[in-house]
């Protein structure tokens, strides 16, 4: 029989390794998406985003089979995708201008649906201006925000938002972030954009270049505003995935983050009116090969907000840099 302060030493230590044990379990659960709580300090982390999405897919052939598909592939991995939507596509100089509101449109109720589809296969909608362009640009290809004149005020921007903001409460799309064309605005311009959005998936404005999530503190009137960057930034062909696990292999970054224009994943065809057919059967295989190969480097794919969410809870500390906003922006 053990001696009374060798017994309470031996149950001290049972004590302890059971907890070791429940600890370890805890982790592991939260590393793997389950619970809530900390996530693992030095996680490796990915995010990836679906560019420039707009009902230009429905003017093509077959371009909603293109985002259904990339959809499906994503719910195969089990991975969130975030979808950045253009809710007005224009092309002046063909007459076009057409928007997700427009539901008279057989072809914008089919987009929507698709929207609607992809969201239920695990994608995260957010705002990616409302025309993205002005003028006579196309839609994608322009900017929207502090070009000149009007374009650079803040009271543009407040009412392009509020306008973008009324269109997908309209149809029913649920949006989670801003992201600003070509990442381009007046430091007044992304006061309006936090009014409405805690979180702005884009570089720190004062550094386009940072690789680490930037939380703004005071813009919009917020406690916090999270500026999250794609480091990996897009991939536009075939060289570009080696080039990017080849950054990721020497740097090892605890975020993995690209963007990437969803047409990009197949081959096509042009019709009359430059209207493409994508072959999905022949499919280029950018996303899918660089998706299962950071995969098979660790990388955990996770939504925006969850991410946020892991950073508020005391997470991934080394990820991100605070800052206060400066007094003079505020009173622009």
Known sequence: MLEGGVKMRWLALLVLAALGVVSLAW??????GGGVGVALAGEKLALVRLEDVSVWYALQENGLDVLRDLADFFHSEGIPFHISLIPVFKDPSRGIELG??????????????????MVERGGVVGLHGYTHQCGNEVSAAGFE???????SRPSYAAVRVKAA????????????????PHYTASAAQYQEFARYFSIIYEPDPDDKRAKKIAVVKGLGGRKAVYFIPAPLGMITRDSDVPRLLSRVDRRRPELASFFYHPFMEYQHSLKTGDCAVFHLDRPNGYLRTLVRELKARGYRFLRVDELVREIEQGGHQGLYYSSWLEEEVLLQ
Not at 27 to 32: A, F, P, Q
Not at 105 to 113: K, M, Q, Y
Not at 145 to 151: H, K
Not at 165 to 180: A, D, N, Q, R, S
Request: proline share 4%; net charge negative; no cysteine.
């Open 27 to 32: 982790l592991i659960n939260i590393e793997r």
């Open 100 to 117: 997700i509101g427009d539901l008279h449109d057989p072809r914008v109720r089919a987009f929507n649906d698709t929207l609607k589809y």
């Open 165 to 180: 903001l009324e269109l997908v409460h309209k149809v029913g799309i649920p949006v989670t972030y801003w992201e600003t």
């Open 145 to 151: 925000f502090a070009r000149f004149g009007e374009y």
